[in-house]
């Protein structure tokens, strides 16, 4: 399969969480949320819809720049990028038409950054791929961090009409990252078919279920013992603690993260698989110097590093 194996060619990308809960920086009520990952802040400290939804009120990232976000991704030797448009609170991080609970309507930001990301990736050679959560508590979802909670109908014209959005406003797609949730396999096969339709060279993960991906994700810095068969990835997070920004996450010991990191990137490589590195911007867009710099020293690996 030529296509996959253009998504194989990838290698190395940026992952990108990044939404509400950023703002939040894995505190509520002034204390730390020292539970879950700092993306899933609501349901962790059991944030209701109304206070929730003053988060976005006050959402005004003036600090994200797409540019300096590509340029580090480069200097990090990566091709390509992964960010979140959707997670599990579900609020959509691009424009859509389909609720007001978007970027675009409910924050004073009103625009959309993911745009501005995929027309920067493009002209800065990167791929540009989109996470999107299955699991949505504003539609309907219980709070519930684990796969058992399966897709009631009455979500299905909500979901198609988003991946159609994603799929068909910004570009080529390289990389659709499916997550969460139980749907049957009929949804499964339902959602990857308005993927292949739109966006035919786009890799879908395994967590869309049900045998309907393209490539095995696999766990959170996971290193298989040995090479594996088809296409995978590796999901890594910095800290393994959060995805989503922490403002009272410790960051010490850069050159050992750094190690840890080449680490990951060289052991996955070896194995044959694509290495999706994530970052954490702050609710104002901008990214943390910890892990640009981990990425500016992973990159100087890299470039001594250099691939076929
Ligand atoms: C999921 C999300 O729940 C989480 O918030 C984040 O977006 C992450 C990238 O994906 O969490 C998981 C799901 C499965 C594994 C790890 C994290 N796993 O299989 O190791």
């Not at 699991?135 to 109908?153: K, L, R």
């Not at 045998?211 to 696999?218: A, C």
């Not at 680490?263 to 999706?276: C, E, W």
Request: glycine share 10%; hydrophobic share 35%.
């Amino acid at each position: 399969d030529p296509q996959l194996a253009a998504w194989q060619e990838l290698q190395f990308g940026l992952f990108i969480h990044w939404g509400l809960y950023s703002e939040l920086g894995g505190v509520w009520d002034g204390e730390p949320v020292t539970s879950g990952y700092s993306e899933q802040i609501q349901m962790w400290a059991n944030i209701s819809e109304e206070e929730y939804l003053e988060v976005a009120d006050r959402f005004n990232p003036t600090a994200f720049d797409p540019q300096e976000i590509c340029s580090l991704a480069k200097a990090a030797g990566m091709r390509y990028v992964v960010i979140t448009s959707k997670h599990h609170d579900g609020f959509s991080m691009f424009d859509t038409a389909t609720t007001d609970y978007d970027v675009v309507d409910a924050t004073p930001y009103g625009a959309d950054p993911l745009k501005v990301l995929a027309d920067e990736c493009r002209s800065q050679g990167l791929g540009f791929g989109v996470y999107f959560s299955l699991v949505d508590w504003h539609q309907g979802h219980a709070f519930d961090g684990s796969n058992e909670n399966p897709i009631p109908a009455s979500m299905e014209p909500l979901i198609e009409a988003q991946i159609r959005e994603l799929m068909t406003n910004y570009g080529d797609i390289s990389e659709v990252w499916f997550d969460m949730s139980s749907p049957t396999t009929e949804q499964s096969a339902r959602f990857a078919s308005i993927v292949r339709d739109l966006q035919p060279q786009a890799a879908i993960n395994s967590r869309i279920w049900n045998n309907q991906g393209d490539f095995r994700t696999l766990g959170d810095n996971e290193v298989p013992s040995a090479a594996l068969d088809g296409a995978w990835q590796t999901p890594a997070s910095i800290y393994h603690e959060t995805w989503g920004f922490r403002s009272w996450q410790s960051r010490t010991d850069l050159p050992g993260k750094v190690r840890d990191l080449v680490t990951g990137l060289a052991s996955v490589r070896a194995r044959g698989g694509n290495y999706l590195l994530n970052i954490g911007p702050r609710g104002d867009g901008s990214v943390v110097e910890f892990e640009a710099d981990a990425l500016r020293g992973i990159g100087q690996w890299v470039d001594r590093h250099p691939r076929a």
